[in-house]
Nanobody, 116 residues
Framework: QVQLVESGGGLVQAGGSLRLSCVAS????????MAWYRQAPGKQRELVAG???????NYVDTAKGRFTISRDNAKNSVYLQMNSLKPEDTAVYYC??????????WGQGTQVTVSS
């Protein structure tokens, strides 16, 4: 089992920034991928950004150029720097870890609210 704990969410005005953090209860050095998903009310959960163990990152189109995913293996952590936030970024953001055995783990989520 792996526990993921997110932090860093909150209320911010449009155009502002937030940095989300996710700490894993085990080493993330040999993890297939860590990612951030989000789910807005009435919508399906969507992938926002992911990063493989090799450092390859991918983003949803709406996040490209504004969000940056990074990881610190020494701290078992992954981060999501979110700049130029928009009201449509409002959602619960979830940290996700996928192992090479295709096991999925989720954090409890952190609320991000962007006011216009």
């Amino acid at each position: 089992q792996v526990q993921l704990v997110e932090s860093g969410g909150g209320l911010v005005q449009a155009g502002g920034s937030l940095r989300l953090s996710c700490v894993a209860s085990r080493s993330i050095f040999n993890i297939f991928r860590m990612a951030w998903y989000r789910q807005a009310p009435g919508k399906q959960r969507e992938l926002v950004a992911g990063m493989t163990s090799g450092g390859s990152a991918n983003y949803v189109d709406t996040a490209k150029g504004r969000f940056t995913i990074s990881r610190d293996n020494a701290k078992n952590s992954v981060y999501l720097q979110m700049n130029s936030l928009k009201p449509e970024d409002t959602a619960v953001y979830y940290c996700n870890l996928v192992t090479y055995n295709s096991d999925y783990y989720w954090g409890q989520g952190t609320q991000v609210t962007v006011s216009s």
